[in-house]
Nanobody, 122 residues
Framework: VQLQASGGGAVQAGGSLRLTCTAS????????MAWFRQAPGKERDLVAH??????NTYYADSVKDRFTISKQWQNTYLQMNNLKPEDTALYYC??????????????????WGQGTQVTVSQ
């Protein structure tokens, strides 16, 4: 599975962005998909996760009611609304075969896309 992330940029607080993760490979549809983010000097944290069939979603408390994860065909999206300066980070998409529910641990994810930078200014 290969993952390609895109859609980052610079916006003002209150603005919106949509990140896209495009997957390729023969079995990508059987993977749970997630978006992580990592700010300078901080750990890589799980932002949102969607199950392989798109039925179940998970959000970090800090982004609930502002971010929405979805998937269609080979694409996984992260719609980010009402962005805040604290959302500034490098955002990564990831794919996991982990079967123990939603994992917040980066090492449970098998494939990673390159990061896409999101910068939110006051």
């Amino acid at each position: 599975v290969q993952l390609q992330a895109s859609g980052g940029g610079a916006v003002q607080a209150g603005g919106s962005l949509r990140l896209t993760c495009t997957a390729s490979g023969r079995t990508y549809s059987s993977y749970g998909m997630a978006w992580f983010r990592q700010a300078p000097g901080k750990e890589r944290d799980l932002v949102a996760h969607i199950s392989w069939n798109g039925v179940n979603t998970y959000y970090a408390d800090s982004v609930k009611d502002r971010f929405t994860i979805s998937k269609q065909w080979q694409n996984t999206y992260l719609q980010m609304n009402n962005l805040k300066p604290e959302d500034t980070a490098l955002y990564y998409c990831a794919a996991s075969k982990y079967t123990g529910g939603v994992s917040t641990r980066p090492y449970d994810y098998d494939y990673w896309g390159q990061g896409t930078q999101v910068t939110v200014s006051q």
